[in-house]
């Protein structure tokens, strides 16, 4: 399971910050500032939002919580993807959601539905977004804290 202050709902990942970028997937703190500047006022005009939390639901390596807000994530996920210098890799469509932990292990399915089954329908809590943070973490560290680099208030 994830540590508490490790729980977010990822909006766009925009790679790794590092002093010399030389991976596809990585960023000096220039570009991120550039990126923040760029996107600020875009997403800014958004209109605050609230979201609820629940069921659980898990994709092949990780249980989450199914994020319901009415489409905002999307829109502001799809807004901010103009503004990456580097096309994000589009295998997999956009799902928002809080991962709540990581399979450890390859095994079989099993029961694995079952067991979450139960909290299928369940609701987690309703929380109401007024602002977009962008956050870095180490990476030499599981679970680190997410560092808050800037603040995007939503202000539609």
Known sequence: MHPDHFLHIPLQELGFVVDNPQQRDELSIDRLDEFITLARDPIAAFPPFAIRLGGVNSFRDAPFLDVHDNGWCARIHHRLRNFVAIPPDTT????????????TAQAPMGHLPATLAQWRD???????????????????????????????????
Do not use: C, K, W
């Open 92 to 103: 997999y469509p956009f799902v928002p959601h809080v991962t709540i932990g990581h399979y």
């Open 122 to 156: 369940s609701d987690f809590g309703e929380i109401n977004v007024s602002e977009v943070g962008v956050v870095t973490l180490a990476l030499d560290e599981p679970y680190p804290p997410l560092q808050l680099h800037d603040m995007i208030r939503l202000n539609g």
